[in-house]
């Protein structure tokens, strides 16, 4: 019984050793259909780490409005990306409803502006 197990460890062992290092490569460098690399930005990991996702989703509206709404209205120029960050430090209402958006004061302004920038750069 106690050979079975060893083989069977063994065999296991050497299975899980074998790479597959084209699978990696395929995940970590741009392909030459797309010359696309899938990586977070910043933007969205402070997003991810942040209270947004109590009351925005990516694409359907729940307290407020959906990313890409807001990337729908409002086109990628410095002036909107810095409109949009001041709103996520100021907070605000009015525009999407009247539920007002909660201030994110401990936040700095170019974190701000890598979330506003990511927000505009997911439109379909």
């Known amino acids: 019984m ?3 197990y060893l083989l069977f460890g063994a ?4 299975l899980t050793s074998f790479t597959n290092d084209t699978l990696d490569a395929k995940y970590s460098k741009p392909t030459k259909k797309t010359n696309a690399i899938f ?18 989703k990516l694409d359907k509206k729940l307290i407020g409005p959906s990313y890409l709404d807001i990337a729908k209205k409002y086109p990628v120029n410095e002036k909107n990306v810095s409109y949009l960050s001041g709103k996520i430090i100021k907070g605000g209402s009015g525009v999407w409803g009247t539920i007002p958006m909660a201030a994110h004061g401990s936040l700095k302004k170019e974190e701000a502006k890598s979330m506003a920038k990511y927000i505009l750069s997911i439109k379909k």
């Open 2 to 4: 106690k050979l079975k």
């Open 11 to 14: 065999a296991l062992i050497s």
């Open 39 to 56: 990586q977070t930005s910043d933007g969205e990991k402070l997003i991810a780490k942040s209270d947004c996702i109590g009351c925005h």
